[in-house]
């Protein structure tokens, strides 16, 4: 027996309002013979709200009901407050509305129609919903002279004994999608290694030997922006020096390559006259260019010296953004010039390389997108990560080839060197039905999903999936296109099928 005729049922003994009512669905009271109307229920969509609605058939001045459900598909929860409207629309002309404004319970309202006319009428239930005007529009009905003319009901088409009710749907985070074709591409499985581009990387080498000096707030972590000091170096002469003959050797390098210079340039004009031979003239340039080249590298040894800050050291600077990942020598220790001192990297943007087996790419085309798996979870990576190369070369010693895709790596951020199973999409797409992954069930081994037969009524449904893509899944058989699907809350039903009492009780009305 439905929820509208044990109300009803309530209201012929007591003449109240009724108090409390529950979705159990318990026989009334036989003996009101006047009151047995098997009441029609049935559920209707638009593309703002769901409507379920349970009501009697209607009979010329008696009282029907209404027990209208109304649920926002935007967030699947109740409509608070609104104006709803029942009217009844007859074939000669005739309307009549029944209204009510408000309810006592969040989500359902309860209109009462008490027809004037009979025949044959057109039953539509408008919400008024935020400044808009939202029609139901429910099919014909008949309005009965009296109960006793009352023939051919229509009735909810769901028949499933799966019960979940509107008032536990409303409780928790519940969602339904219609199941509809979309395009899928086939993926084939392999891993994948988060690495830097190397554009984001900077290894800072001493440039001389000499002493670390660190600054305080450089640490593993650290943020450095490009042109910032990262270390000092406190620089070494070489066994028997000092920057005094450092200076000499200036010096005397310096006058060599003068007098170098001065007899090339003599020895030159001589060989355009013709009074030397080719011989000299090259030996000439040979000295010259020789003092230059020792000049040249005293030079910088000693600028290197003069450039010292006089109380750090020559400065070692991060050429671009990011964050220290690795100390390579500790402050004070002793380096050779040339040696790895602190390691920056910018892991904003990262590259994901996937590796693609000889066998498979034949099968794969060309990549188009990649999901990471982890913990047998898809984490949806493909809407931003972008193709840079598919590579022609199969690696001798993997037998691969490489694809890499480039990734902003800001939100949730990935660590350098991991590696993930993962999967690879193909440029092979095909129009599908799909759910999102949040539909299926494992039941024992089955995947399975519930199917929306009427507003509180889900039937089980075993499937069977194909191909999955960011975050949606084939399903070759089990679902139809255009059945609407639970996809959050599924959980929550299959407890309702197993055991109803461990999903709580309909609310009273």
């Known amino acids: 027996m439905s929820k509208l005729l044990f109300l009803l049922a309530v209201l012929s003994m007591s003449f109240t309002s009724c108090e409390k009512h529950n979705h159990s669905h318990e026989d009334a009271d036989q003996n009101k013979t006047e009151q047995k109307r098997e009441a029609i229920a049935l559920t ?26 109304f649920t926002t598909l935007s967030d699947f929860k109740p409509v608070a407050k609104a104006k709803v409207r029942a009217c009844l629309e007859y074939h000669k002309g005739q309307k009549e509305c029944f209204s009510v404004d408000g309810s006592k319970f969040a989500g359902i309202f309860k209109p009462i129609a008490i027809p004037k006319y009979t025949g044959e009428a057109e039953l539509s239930i408008t ?165 230059k080249a020792a000049f040249e590298s005293i030079e910088k040894k000693l600028l290197r010296f003069n450039s010292t800050d006089t109380n750090n050291g020559i400065a070692l600077k991060s050429y671009i953004d ?53 913990d047998n979870k898809d984490r949806v990576l493909a809407r931003s990560a972008k193709l840079l190369y598919f590579s022609d070369l199969i690696d001798s010693k993997t037998r691969k080839a490489y694809a890499v895709f480039e990734l902003n790596n800001t939100q949730s951020p990935l660590k350098i060197g991991s590696l993930f199973a993962a999967k690879l999409y193909s440029d092979r797409a095909r129009k599908a039905i799909t759910l999102p992954l949040g539909a299926l069930i494992n039941d024992n081994g089955e995947h399975i999903v519930f199917v929306q037969t009427g507003g509180e009524s889900f039937e089980r449904r075993v499937v069977e999936l194909g191909d999955r893509d960011t975050g949606y899944v084939e399903v070759r058989l089990g679902v139809k296109e255009g059945e609407r699907v639970v996809t959050q809350g599924a959980y929550r039903v299959l407890l309702a099928a197993l055991a109803p009492s461990t999903v709580g009780d309909g609310h009273a009305h």
Request: hydrophobic residues 35%; glycine residues 6%; positive net charge.
């Open 127 to 291: 919400i008024e919903l935020e400044g808009r005007s939202i029609v139901h529009q429910l099919g014909k009905y008949s309005v009965y002279p009296s109960i006793d003319k009352i023939t051919n009901l229509k009735k909810e088409e769901g028949n499933s004994d799966i019960s979940y009710l509107k008032e536990q749907q409303w409780k928790v985070d519940f969602e339904i999608k219609v199941a509809n074709r979309r395009t899928i591409r086939s993926s084939i499985p392999t891993f994948a290694q988060v690495t830097l581009p190397s554009n984001t990387r900077q290894s800072v080498f001493a440039s001389l030997s000499g002493v670390v000096v660190s600054r305080p707030t450089i640490k593993l972590g650290s943020e450095v922006k490009a042109g910032d000091v990262v270390a000092y170096i406190l620089p070494t002469l070489a066994k028997g020096q000092d920057t005094a003959t450092l200076q000499f050797e200036y010096t005397k390098a310096k006058s060599t390559l003068t007098l170098a210079k001065s007899k090339h340039n003599r020895i030159q004009k001589l060989y355009k006259q013709k009074a030397i031979s080719l011989k000299r003239a090259e030996e000439a340039k040979q000295k010259y260019e020789i003092a």
């Open 44 to 69: 209707h969509y638009t593309q703002w709200t769901e409507l379920f609605v349970e009501f009697e058939p209607f009979v010329r001045h008696k009282p029907s009901t209404f027990l209208a459900h």
């Open 322 to 374: 990011g964050k220290v990942v690795a100390l390579d020598a500790l402050n004070g220790s002793y380096v050779q010039e040339g040696d790895a001192i602190i390691e920056i990297a910018s892991p904003s943007k990262v590259w994901l390389k996937a590796g693609v087996s000889q066998s498979q790419i034949e099968s794969l085309g060309s990549p188009t997108g990649i999901t990471l798996l982890q």
